[in-house]
Every structure is written in C-alpha cells, then in structure tokens.
C-alpha cells in the first residue's frame, strides 16, 4: 500500500459524457501528478500540481483538466470522452516539487468509454 | 531529460540474479537514473536511484557505468512476484518531477 488513494477503482460510461477521478496524495506530500496509461500509447505524465498549483503539463488534452485542492487531493476531469480515452490513469504523490526522491503511486482508475 | 534504451523482454530462472540493462548514452551530468517496475496493472512501484556511484537497497542494487551511458539493475534472487515491467528513466533534479516513461523490460521469472 504506497498510501496513494484513488477513486473510483473502475468507471464505465459512454462517449460525449464527462467524468471525475479523485487522488489523495501520501500524508504530508505536496505534490500530485497524473499519468494516462493506454495500450498504444503507455505510461504518459499528464500534468503536475504542487501545493494547489499547476506546475508542469504533459501530453494533455485540452478536454482534460486537473486542480489541487487546499487540502491537497486532487481532482481530473475528463469531458466529451472518446472511445480512445480509456485507458488506467494513475496518480502519484511526492514530498516536493522535483528534488530527486521517489514517487508514490495509487493503484488506479480503469475508465472504459463505450 | 535523456532517452533510455532497455531490452523489451527478459526471461530468468527463479533464485537467480536477474540484470537488466539500461542505455543512456546522452545523459548529462545533473541526471539521475531511475528504476521503476509495474507488476501486471498495478501503479508502478519505485526500486532505486542513482548519479554516480552504485547503489543498494533492499529490493536491488544499481550499477552505473563509470561514463554513465549505461547502467545494470540487479535483483539478486528474483522471484515469481518480480514479474513484472521494468523501467529505466532519466531525470534531472529541475523545476519539475515529473517522470518521463519509455516501454520498458518485461521479465519474466521462470520456476
């Protein structure tokens, strides 16, 4: 257990809606980051937040947005799902912004758009 | 930050050493190299870091090659649960931790 929670664990729903996916980073962690794992495409970095700021994007789509909220979890939500956004998505927490230390990752949200 | 290189599957028998390479021939010298590993779906799990010198935990050790293009990680006694997607990253220490992951190694641990 790295102590990274997610919710939910699975999600279906169907193109064109709009979901949310939630992240408690590890207790004391200022940082959260998103990454997108897809058959073709494998693990992606999506974006990271540190202390309710953005602080890097990756290969985000601008239907896809994220924030950190005061008390540190954080929130992405996609809209107008695609059949290609299914994938897991992953959250991951560090104690600070990029010093060099280890990430700690939840276990996931499987999304499957149908 | 730097690319890597790693085989893309690896097979090794149960109890023994398993060494999976990593090539990165254009890393600089503020970059560290990374590992971590992803058993089959499961959020990927950090092994170890390294800059310069070689490193041990208790999960594996790390050896980088004096020019740093290279690097080996060693489990010294895998077993079934080291099963798993291994990944080799670079990164530097910046204004950002984000962690750039390439296809990674599968191994296979094999009773």
């Known amino acids: 257990d790295s102590g990274v929670t997610q919710t939910p664990k699975h999600l279906i729903t169907a193109t064109g809606q709009r979901v949310t996916l939630r992240c408690s980073p590890r207790?004391?962690?200022?940082?959260v980051y998103w990454y997108q794992q897809s058959l073709d495409q494998g693990l992606q970095f999506l974006i990271q937040?540190?202390?309710?700021?953005?602080?890097a994007k990756g290969n985000i789509l601008e239907r896809f947005s994220a924030q950190q909220f005061p008390d540190l979890h954080s929130e992405l939500n996609l809209s107008s799902l695609e059949l290609g956004d299914s994938a897991l998505y992953f959250c991951?927490?560090?104690?600070?912004?990029?010093?060099?230390?280890?990430?700690?990752f939840g276990p996931g949200t499987r999304l499957t758009v149908l | 930050d730097a690319k890597t290189t790693q085989p893309t599957s690896m097979d090794c028998a149960e109890g023994r050493a398993a060494n999976l390479p990593c090539n990165h021939s254009?890393?600089?010298?503020?970059?560290?190299v990374y590992w971590y590993r992803q058993i089959h779906s499961q959020g990927p799990q950090y092994i170890i870091h390294g800059l310069k010198n070689n490193e041990t935990n208790e999960m594996a050790s790390l050896i980088i090659t004096e020019d740093r293009k290279s690097s080996t990680l060693i489990l010294p006694h895998a077993t079934l649960r080291d099963t798993a997607v291994y990944y080799c990253?670079?990164?530097?220490?910046?204004?950002?931790?984000?962690?750039?992951f390439g296809q990674g190694t599968t191994l296979q641990v094999k009773p």
């Open positions: 991951a927490s560090s104690k600070g912004l990029a010093e060099i230390n280890e990430q700690f």
């Open positions: 937040y540190y202390n309710g700021e953005e602080r």
């Open positions: 254009t890393i600089s010298g503020n970059e560290y």
């Open positions: 990253i670079v990164r530097v220490e910046g204004n950002t931790g984000k962690l750039i």
């Open positions: 207790s004391g962690d200022l940082s």
